[in-house]
């Protein structure tokens, strides 16, 4: 696998591009993250628990940051004076479905690659979020999307 394809940062994305070519992204931004930490039971006499409540995020999971990381990186490296942005990803199930929305929000096409096995809840999800879907058998799930990817 040529791994130079991949962008290797030394943080989080820079959303200033972003949040300046896409004004509105900045209410999702703000809504991202500051999840609340809430005190959970634990054994007695053990330490203090906390979880993190993450569905908290603007679209209900961990992955709406990193979705809206990808989605800056993507903005910050396209020149859209060439070709509208098009976003192409692979995945099983919360990144698609925030990168869908995300897509759906700001008016990027965004094209999922899925295993054959997905929810129906799920593609109806996608679906109703704009995003175009393909599929590859769930026996080869990681590997048959990171080889339909490049078709796309």
Do not use: W
């Amino acid at each position: 696998m040529n791994f130079a394809l991949f962008n290797s940062l030394n943080g989080a994305p820079d959303p200033t591009r972003a949040l300046s070519l896409f004004p509105a992204l900045n209410s999702f931004y703000q809504a991202l993250g500051n999840t609340p930490l809430q005190p959970v039971p634990g054994p007695a006499g053990g330490g203090r628990i906390l979880a993190k409540f993450e569905f908290v995020n603007p679209f209900g999971s961990v992955k709406d940051r990193a979705a809206f990381g990808m989605f800056c990186e993507a903005i910050n490296q396209h020149d859209f004076s060439r070709a509208p942005l098009k976003l192409l990803d692979a995945s099983g199930g919360n990144m698609g479905k925030a990168l869908a929305k995300l897509g759906q929000l700001y008016g990027i096409p965004i094209h999922l690659i899925i295993p054959d096995s997905s929810p129906p809840p799920l593609v109806d999800f996608l679906r109703d979020a704009c995003a175009e879907l393909s599929t590859v058998e769930s026996r080869f799930f990681l590997l048959g999307l990171i080889r339909a990817a490049p078709r796309r």
